[in-house]
């Protein structure tokens, strides 16, 4: 049996009417299952409660429909997470100094230190969820269940290609999205067919780890201050300090 149907029919919360969603190319099996209709926070926050035991972790999905590519679908273990930022931060501003680089130029920092947790993860996603769907912000939302081990997986095992103008190994930004889970308690929350809501249990606390922070957040999407204001990292780091979502977007 596929994995996703024998993680769907033992999953022991009732679930609403839904289907799954095919790749492309139908070359293999579905690894995405979403609702017809809008799901109830309750639901999800139930959802994620239970994701150690179902092996399900709970997305919310809206806008246009989603196009899944098995070849977006490799492993983030291959994947180190400061050598793919690094390697971004190269492509990005190698044709010269880019004034959106601003304070560190063209050369690479480090990445950030950990942020101090400030609550738990799980309860962080779930006021993020119902924050979302109570607050009317997500009117067309509908609940995705992915079979991953742990949330960051969630967009290389669906074959998500929200930033495949950037980059087609969807793996490598779910690398990122480990090391950020592991760092500042990031929780993979929403996504659209280019767009990623996390939530954040623990932000940074402080301008430094903001800039560095900032840095990364360029280099996994530069369409964040490319296409958006602030355009520098100078201007963009304070957002970050004590933010308990991130929101990304690529053109």
Sequence with gaps: MPVLLQTLASCPIPLP????????????????????????????????AAHPATGLW???????PLELFPDLAGSPDIHDAALVLAGFW??????????????????????????KPREDPRGCADDL??????????????????????GADVLANMGWAGPVNYDNDTAKFSAVLRSWE???????????INTLTV????????????LHLAAEH??????????SHPHTIGDYAPHLIDARWWTFWWD
């Design 17 to 48: 009417l839904g289907r799954e969603v095919p790749f492309v190319d139908g070359s293999r099996p579905a690894m995405l299952w979403c609702s017809d209709e809008p799901p109830t926070a309750d639901l999800v926050q139930q959802l994620r």
């Design 58 to 64: 709970p997305v919310l999905l809206y806008g246009d």
């Design 90 to 115: 190269h492509r990005y501003t190698r044709n010269g100094l880019a004034s959106t680089t601003s304070p560190f130029g063209q050369r690479w920092p480090r990445i950030a230190p950990a942020g």
């Design 129 to 150: 969820t119902r924050a979302l769907l109570d607050g009317g912000r997500l009117v067309d939302a509908r609940l995705g269940l992915v079979p991953a081990v742990r």
């Design 182 to 192: 592991d760092r500042f308690g990031v929780s993979v929350v929403a996504a659209n």
């Design 199 to 210: 939530s954040v249990a623990a932000p940074p606390g402080d301008l430094d780890t903001a």
């Design 218 to 227: 360029f280099a996994f999407c530069p369409d964040n201050l490319w296409q």
